[in-house]
Structures are given as structure tokens and as C-alpha cells.
């Protein structure tokens, strides 16, 4: 993969007069200084830090230093995954007179009762990542989640293939019904797998999915697959957590790296799975570029300019109206390309070749 795939794109966030202070997890209680009285403060609430790490050592990090650089106050907090909590910070964020509000939702109810409150209030809403149906936000920043869904089944074919496996049962470990990207990710995955199963050459197996994104659920609902279909041979699993529970089940069975695993997200963990072949792909969405994208039109609404970046759209498949989008590209990650993760500064080489990964590390071009 070329280096040049990962460029991130530019977002034209220009530092201005005294910073402010960026609130994390606990929020922000910094001064917005001398631009204080003409732009307005940013909300950020973040789902959890179950689902993925990524939303605890990137988002967060990401988000907090493009509203510092830019001299944007914000409030950066996470829900822990608890709606009650979801709703009771979004209050406190409108109560406290946030212009913009950026939510990744727990799920589209929770979301859209949050986005309906502040649309009532005058502040101008962004989805990040997830899609809330029918909640009506201004502006829907995230990647293309079909494509990661195709890359996921693709990901599968080509080590189904490698490894010689004739009519693999594939089982289907999908992420939470109530997150619109799982069902997106799905559609993708099932457009390249659906071939397959009609010609024979592959059979459907086990198809769960996993409440919450929670791994733990997940790994048991995958023991569960394997224990009433021991033919198994390829997992569809949506993210690299819910690919780890299935990895721990088929080591528990000696079936690790005989049986090909997806995954989303290329965490430490995720690549780590790679590197070792207890997992064939991840798909590697670099999330710097999703967070400067949100945090550019955030910044551009609290400054009370008209954002010019969301020059694509896509329609809310429960409201049919069409949002004012930003979607990026993803790209699959195998152990051939696990290095260029590196490269791109989402993951460090101290983080990635711990000591029962060096060799995999050396064997795989990361020095």
C-alpha cells in the first residue's frame, strides 16, 4: 500500500489568538480567552470505551488537540456506554450554552431525543461516525462503512483462498443491532459473501449479532457457533474486539490460525492478531482524518463561518432526507501491510513489537 494512501487531508486549522483550554473526558473548564466573546464552545460526547479502544487512545486525542490548535473551547466527555449518562451530559453541555454539539450515539433513539434537544436550542449538530436515523443533524461525518463491509468479505475470500479451504462454513459475528454502521458494515460484507453462499462454494453458517459490541457477549455467543457447528472455517467477525473473543475461543479449541478472522479498527491488539495469523485482516480507518473532518466543521460552526468541506451527501434511510456528509476511505490491512499502519503515526512500534511480537514485527518490515 502506498504511503500516499494515508495522507491525510487537509483541514486548515489555523491557531488563533490565545488557546483554549480542551476539555477530555472529564470536560473543560479552560478560558476561551481574547477570541472568548466570538466563538462558541464545542460539545463532544464519545459512546464508550467497550466497543473499541479506539475511542479512549485516538478520538479523544485527535478531537482535543485540532480544538486546541484552533483556539476552540471544548468539552470532550464519554458516556461509558450508559444512555441515562449519554442524555444527563448532553444537558449539561446545552444547559451550558455549547454552539455546536458533535455526538457518536449509543443508539438512534438515545441520539435523536439528544440532537432533537439541541436543535431546539439553536445549536447546530454534527453526527461523528455513527449515522443517528431520523435524528436530523446538520452534518454526518464518518468513512464509508459499505466499503468496509466489502473489504471485510473480501479480507475473508482471499484467505479462505490462500489457505485451500474447499466449502468453509462462514460464521457471522455482526456488531450491535441498534448501530447503524453494523448494519452497513453487514450490507457490505454480505454483497461480497452472498455469491458464494448462492453458488455453493461457500454455506452460510451461525449469523449473531453482538449487543452493545460487547466482547464478552460476543466470545460466548461464538463458542456457542462452534460448539453446535464444529465445520466452521472462516469468521466474519466486525470489529477487532468481537475478532479477539472468536480468536480466544478457537485457541481454547487449537484452531487459531487455521481459521481465518476479520476484524475493523487495527488496534494494537487487532494488528497484534495479524502479525501472529491468528487474524487475517483488519481494516484500518485512519482515524486523525475523521476526527479533523468532524473537528474542522465544528470549529467552522463555532466560529459562525459557513463549512465548505461536507461537499458529499447521503440519505437517512428512516427519514429519506438527505444529510450534508463528509466519507472516508478505509483500507484493508493484512500482515503484508501491517508496517504502513505504523508509518502513518496511528500506532507505534513500542506499542505494536512488544516482546511476544518482535519477531512478528522483524518478520514483517516494522524496525
Known amino acids: 500500500m502506498r504511503k500516499g494512501l494515508f495522507a491525510l487531508a487537509a483541514v486548515g486549522l ?5 488557546m483554549a483550554a480542551c476539555g477530555s473526558e472529564s470536560g473543560s473548564d479552560g478560558d476561551s480567552g481574547s477570541s472568548g466573546s466570538s466563538v462558541g464552545k464545542v460539545g463532544v460526547i464519545l459512546p464508550d470505551t467497550k466497543s473499541s479502544a479506539r475511542w479512549a487512545t485516538a478520538d479523544l486525542k485527535y478531537l482535543t488537540d485540532a480544538f486546541k490548535a484552533a483556539g476552540v473551547e471544548a468539552d470532550i466527555q464519554n458516556a461509558q456506554g450508559d444512555k441515562t449518562q449519554f442524555q444527563t451530559i448532553a444537558d449539561g453541555m446545552i444547559s451550558s450554552g455549547v454552539k455546536v454539539l458533535v455526538i457518536v450515539n449509543l443508539d438512534s433513539g438515545t441520539g435523536k431525543a439528544v440532537l432533537d434537544k439541541a436543535k431546539a436550542a439553536g445549536i447546530a449538530t ?3 461516525d455513527r449515522l443517528t436515523l431520523n435524528g436530523g443533524a446538520d452534518y454526518y461525518v464518518s468513512f464509508d462503512n459499505v466499503e468496509v463491509g466489502k473489504l471485510q468479505g473480501q479480507g475473508l475470500i482471499d484467505c479462505l483462498t490462500e489457505k485451500k479451504v474447499t466449502k468453509p462454513v462462514v460464521a457471522y459475528l455482526n456488531g450491535s443491532p441498534t448501530d447503524n454502521n453494523a448494519t452497513l458494515f453487514k450490507e457490505g460484507y454480505d454483497s461480497i459473501l452472498k455469491p458464494k453462499f448462492d453458488s455453493g462454494e461457500y454455506t ?6 453482538v449487543p452493545d459490541w460487547d466482547n464478552v457477549q460476543g466470545g460466548t455467543l461464538f463458542e456457542q457457533m462452534l460448539t453446535t457447528n464444529k465445520d466452521i472455517k472462516g469468521v466474519l467477525a466486525a470489529n477487532d474486539g468481537l475478532g479477539n473473543a472468536a480468536i480466544q ?10 481459521v481465518p478472522v476479520t476484524g475493523q479498527d487495527a488496534t494494537v491488539q487487532g494488528l497484534q492478531n495479524v502479525l501472529v495469523g491468528d487474524q487475517c485482516m483488519t481494516v484500518y480507518k485512519a482515524i486523525k482524518q475523521e476526527a479533523d473532518a468532524a473537528s474542522e466543521l465544528a470549529i467552522a460552526l463555532a466560529k459562525g463561518q459557513a463549512p465548505t468541506s461536507a461537499t458529499g451527501s447521503i440519505t437517512d434511510p428512516e427519514s429519506k432526507k438527505d444529510v450534508k456528509s463528509v466519507l472516508l476511505k478505509p483500507q484493508s490491512i493484512t500482515k503484508a501491510n501491517v508496517k504502513d499502519v ?3 503515526g496511528f500506532v507505534t512500534k513500542e ?17
Do not use: H, M, R
Not at 489555523?14 to 490565545?18: C, E, M, P, Y
Not at 506499542?351 to 524496525?367: M, N, R, V, W, Y
Open 14 to 18: 489555523l491557531a488563533t489568538g490565545s
Open 126 to 128: 454534527i453526527d461523528y
Open 204 to 209: 452460510k453458517g451461525p449469523d449473531q449479532d
Open 249 to 258: 475461543v478457537l485457541k481454547k479449541n487449537k484452531l487459531n490460525g487455521q
Open 342 to 344: 505504523v508509518t502513518d
Open 351 to 367: 506499542e505494536l513489537c512488544t516482546a511476544d511480537f518482535a519477531k512478528a514485527c522483524t518478520d514483517a518490515g516494522i524496525s
